[in-house]
T-cell receptor, first 112, second 118 residues
Framework: SQQGEEDPQALSIQEGENATMNCSYK?????LQWYRQNSGRGLVHLIL?????REKHSGRLRVTLDTSKKSSSLLITASRAADTASYFC????????????FGTGTRLTVIP | GAGVSQSPSNKVTEKGKDVELRCDPI?????LYWYRQSLGQGLEFLIY????????KSGLPSDRFSAERTGGSVSTLTIQRTQQEDSAVYLC????????????????FGPGTRLTVL
């Protein structure tokens, strides 16, 4: 399967702490994206990192990519209760496939 | 502008019945995707439409599943003779252009349709 895999499956932290989620994938990729999902409904795009990039920032989000290890991490700094959601990584591979391949997600709970 | 909309938001049906799920993509988006998400799981790709090209149906789990996209805009996902294992949230997404290969655009997701087959 080309699907990514997030680690941990669930994470619970106190408000103000940093949250780190990891994603591993299997194939060569063109880009890797992180999405957020609230309450099991629609996903919201957070950030994209291309295969020739190693790190990217957006507000309180920091994403790293290590193509040699086929892994990525998402760091949320100074977490807030509103960050409570499921986070998914998704990969666009180099085979020309038109869809994104989503991981199984990390359920983040930020305790106020 | 409006985002991706889906209807109905919830659908409860009896085993063996047919259901139709609708997706209205963002105006101007040429690519449209259907995904399925079972409880607590990741997204499973079902089908992809791009402009007037033949759809990529490689993710459809069985011949009971079909989808159409009329006029390059609205799409309908049809599940015939529903089974209990079809119960899931069905998500539609659209993008300006395909996300594969060297051309990238993010996908914009609708709120999903929660299908429950009794």
């Amino acid at each position: 399967s080309q699907q990514g895999e997030e680690d941990p499956q669930a994470l619970s932290i106190q408000e103000g702490e940093n949250a780190t989620m990891n994603c591993s994938y299997k194939t060569s990729i063109n880009n890797l994206q992180w999405y957020r999902q609230n309450s099991g409904r629609g996903l919201v795009h957070l950030i994209l990192i291309r295969s020739n990039e190693r790190e990217k920032h957006s507000g309180r989000l920091r994403v790293t990519l290590d193509t040699s290890k086929k892994s990525s991490s998402l760091l949320i700094t100074a977490s807030r209760a509103a960050d409570t959601a499921s986070y998914f990584c998704a990969t666009g591979d180099q085979t020309g496939a038109n869809n994104l391949f989503f991981g199984t997600g990390t359920r983040l709970t930020v305790i106020p | 502008g409006a985002g991706v909309s889906q209807s109905p938001s919830n659908k409860v049906t009896e085993k063996g019945k047919d259901v139709e799920l609708r997706c209205d993509p963002i105006s101007g988006h040429t690519a449209l995707y259907w995904y399925r998400q079972s409880l607590g799981q990741g997204l499973e790709f079902l089908i992809y439409f791009q402009g007037n090209s033949a759809p990529d149906k490689s993710g459809l789990p069985s011949d009971r599943f079909s989808a159409e996209r009329t006029g390059g805009s609205v799409s309908t996902l049809t599940i015939q003779r529903t089974q209990q294992e079809d119960s899931a949230v069905y998500l539609c997404a659209s993008s300006l252009a395909p996300v594969g290969g060297s051309l990238y655009n993010e996908q914009f997701f609708g709120p999903g349709t929660r299908l429950t087959v009794l």
